[in-house]
T-cell receptor
């Protein structure tokens, strides 16, 4: 069974901490994505990557950065966590022609910043 | 700019009655369109997708959606609701030539009454 695995299901961090959210996929997908999900807002794209060491800003990149050193792993970094980054974070991956082949999502990481 | 609007934030139906979840999209080009479902505390699951083939798309669990270009709509339907259909549903567009990114609607919460 193909999988997108997010390293933590729940995470609690303090304001100002540097936070790493990890995502690993085993499908040899080229594209990987990070979204945050907030009630009433749906999912909003933070960053995405279409190849190793490549990254593109999504709709809400402020306060975040990403790293993709290997094809299967895509990390989201909160440089200095703030309370407004409390959210559910979802990772997804797809083949390069994502529209034709669909996307696979991880189960999510619920991050609370206190 | 591409966007997705789900016309209802919450829909409530009785078990055994039809389900209609409405979605309108805005896209300069013919997009790929999806419906995803998210059950409480679960990841996102693909229900169905439209990728410029047949305009009536059949998905899992008896759901289907019809792509209507003239109305820029992609409404999700099911003839008879089941209790297990209670979840949040997202209409999603993937515009062409944008690296496979997904744009989500705000979500529609479906409640099913016994």
């Amino acid at each position: 069974d193909v999988k997108v695995t997010q390293s933590s299901r729940y995470l609690v961090k303090r304001t100002g901490e540097k936070v790493f959210l990890e995502c690993v996929q085993d499908m040899d997908h080229e594209n990987m994505f990070w979204y945050r999900q907030d009630p009433g807002l749906g999912l909003r794209l933070i960053y995405f990557s279409y190849d190793v060491k490549m990254k593109e800003k999504g709709d809400i990149p402020e306060g975040y950065s990403v790293s993709r050193e290997k094809k299967e792993r895509f990390s989201l970094i909160l440089e200095s966590a703030s309370t407004n980054q409390t959210s559910m974070y979802l990772c997804a991956s797809s083949f390069s022609q994502g529209g034709n082949y669909g996307y696979t999502f991880g189960s999510g990481t619920r991050l609370t910043v206190v | 700019a591409q966007s997705v609007t789900q016309l209802d934030s919450h829909v409530s139906v009785s078990e055994g009655t039809p389900v209609l979840l409405r979605c309108n999209y805005s896209s300069s080009y013919s997009p790929s369109l999806f419906w995803y479902v998210q059950h409480p505390n679960k990841g996102l699951q693909l229900l169905l997708k439209y990728t410029s083939a047949a305009t009536l798309v059949k998905g899992i669990n008896g759901f289907e959606a019809e792509f209507k270009k003239s109305e820029t709509s992609f409404h999700l339907t099911k003839p008879s609701a089941h209790m297990s259909d209670a979840a949040e549903y997202f209409c999603v567009v993937s515009p062409p030539y944008q690296g496979g990114k997904l744009i989500f609607g705000q979500g529609t919460e479906l409640s099913v009454k016994p």
